[in-house]
């Protein structure tokens, strides 16, 4: 098992920057794929990004591509999210995911931790 705690959500300008941590507990965290999904009030949770377990391969969801960029550090049993250009439909609660196995999705349901929530709020 893993438990994830994420970290670093905030209000930010639009166009500004924000640095999301989710740092995992348990072992072999680099069997884990991770995800992170966002959700806005009243809208369904999305697939924003993920990276394999060794940090190699990684997906991002179109909306974010060139912006937001996932990255690990097996060492410390964190993987980050960093979102530059910050938008106003940027904000939501971002939670990040953990799945066994290298294989990239996008679906929740192929997730089987799940952290709690940050939330970033972007002004206009």
């Known amino acids: 098992q893993v438990q994830l705690l994420e970290s670093g959500g905030d209000l930010v300008q639009g166009g500004g920057s924000l640095r999301l941590s989710c740092a995992a507990s348990g072992r072999s965290f680099s069997d884990y794929a991770i995800g992170w999904f966002r959700q806005a009030p009243g809208k369904e949770r999305t697939f924003v990004a993920g990276i394999g377990g060794s940090g190699r391969s990684t997906l991002y969801a179109d909306s974010v591509k060139g912006r937001f960029i996932i990255s690990r550090d097996n060492g410390k049993n964190t993987v980050f999210l960093q979102m530059n250009s910050l938008k106003p439909e940027d904000s939501a609660d971002y939670y990040c995911?953990?799945?066994?196995?290298?294989?990239?999705?996008?679906?929740?349901?192929?997730?089987?931790?799940w952290g709690r929530g940050t939330q970033v709020t972007v002004s206009s």
């Open positions: 995911a953990a799945r066994v196995g290298t294989a990239l999705r996008r679906l929740q349901s192929d997730y089987s931790y």
